[in-house]
């Protein structure tokens, strides 16, 4: 009897190993053992299973499925899995719901956040001017949509513009403050392609730099001088599907 496995969360150990997000496991009658340190709810997307484990394991459309394809695997992953939770960062965050589903986001944001990569698949970082290194993003303005503020924050802070038939949203995300756990703070979070890079710009606005950065300092940048919104999970669950919905190369 076979059981297929993806891992879709960081920092597991399988059988006393560290295995890399989005590593296939396939076990032929072989007892093995998951430890999930992070805070995820779920850690193993399970593709056939003879034996389902249904608070770890999700079925691939309800039932077990043999033969599917990588593709296959991320476009579920990535589409289908709705909810992530975890704590947020500072004293007054209770907790941050993050959810990937469309038809799961509400009507209505405050701010959005953008991964926003170049023709090089660089990802592009601002330095804002208090906080440090961080993702451009903002406030949506009165009588302003997201996309609109998307392109608007990026310009401010980065002076790039964005490919505007690239846009797309990824997630959504609510900070829940204890002070207030029936009311939250929503962010929209969204892809995207920069289509111009202006150059010998004047950087007045709240940032004073931006750089492109490649897909093996994506996470090594967080050991620079980064923002602290960098180090929640949003980060890093945005940034594996932002790559899966633009095809980004991590070859680079």
Known sequence: MTESEMVISRNLICQKQPVPYGCVHTWHSAPHEYSNKNRFQQSILCIDSPAFIPTDEILVDGKPVTNISMTLMKNYLFDAKPIFCFPGLFSSQQQIILTTNPSQFYLKSSAVLIFAFNLND???????????????????????????????????????????????????????????????????????????????????????????????????????????????????????????????????
Do not use: M
């Open 122 to 252: 660089e990802l592009l970082f601002v330095n804002h001017k208090k906080r440090g290194w961080e993702l451009p993003g903002g406030k949506i303005e009165v009588n302003e949509n997201e996309r609109q503020a998307c392109i608007r924050e990026t310009f401010e802070e980065s002076y790039c513009e964005l490919e505007e038939s690239s846009l797309q949203p990824i997630a959504q995300y609510k900070i829940i403050d204890k002070d207030n756990v029936d009311d939250g703070h929503i962010k929209s979070v969204y892809a995207a392609r920069v289509k111009l890079e202006y150059q010998d710009c004047h950087f007045d606005h709240e940032t004073k730099d931006r750089k492109f950065v490649s897909s093996l300092d994506w996470l090594t940048i967080l050991n620079e001088n980064c923002s602290l919104l960098l180090h929640d999970d949003v980060y890093p669950i945005c940034l594996e599907i932002a790559q899966h919905k633009l095809i980004i190369s991590t070859t680079n």
